[in-house]
């Protein structure tokens, strides 16, 4: 009667065969995981500021008083002052590798929570393109209208009827 004889284990080339499987897999799966991380980096840094405009507002009418908002020296962060008192403060420090373009540097609420003029605040990839623009990283808009309403919308949404779109 013959007897089988059983393998404990596995191969030296069936080891090599699913090690070159993972390292192509992982390979493939390189470029996206550095386009989520980007886009990681850009949605902290808009909502970042995003809760730094509504906190101004929210004070402004609290405080029944002036608020301003201003950007750091870096773009990265924001400050919320009351006269020359400085009330918060937040920097994103993830936010490394972004470019931060604000129309105005400094925005001020009134008692009402109004804005004398508008605002745009874009958060962009400094070493790539936002979708836009034809590229393959989304970036984002904080928007910040006259009547005080604060808004993060998308520009690469074209869409009506999507709120994303600027």
């Known amino acids: 009667m013959a007897?089988?004889?059983y393998s404990q284990g596995v191969t030296l080339i069936e080891l090599m065969v699913g090690l070159a499987l993972t390292v192509f897999l992982l390979l493939l799966a390189i470029p996206s995981v550095s386009v989520y991380i980007l886009d990681s980096k850009i949605r902290a840094a808009a909502q970042a500021y995003y809760d730094g405009a509504q906190l101004a507002r929210a004070e402004a009418l609290r405080r029944n008083a002036y608020v301003a908002l201003g950007m750091t020296d870096s773009n990265l962060g924001w400050t919320v002052t009351v006269g020359n008192s400085q009330i918060a403060s937040k920097t994103v420090e993830s936010a490394t590798g972004l470019t931060?373009?604000?129309?105005?540097s400094t925005v001020t609420f009134d008692s009402v929570g109004r804005t004398p003029q508008a605002n745009a605040v874009n958060f962009k990839p400094t070493?790539?393109?936002?979708l836009e623009d034809s590229g393959a990283q989304r970036c984002l808009r904080v928007l910040i209208s006259p009547g005080g309403q604060v808004r993060m919308c998308d520009p690469a949404v074209s869409a009506d009827g999507d709120n994303r779109k600027c």
């Open 100 to 104: 931060v373009e604000a129309e105005q």
């Open 127 to 130: 070493n790539a393109t936002c």
């Open 3 to 5: 007897t089988f004889r």
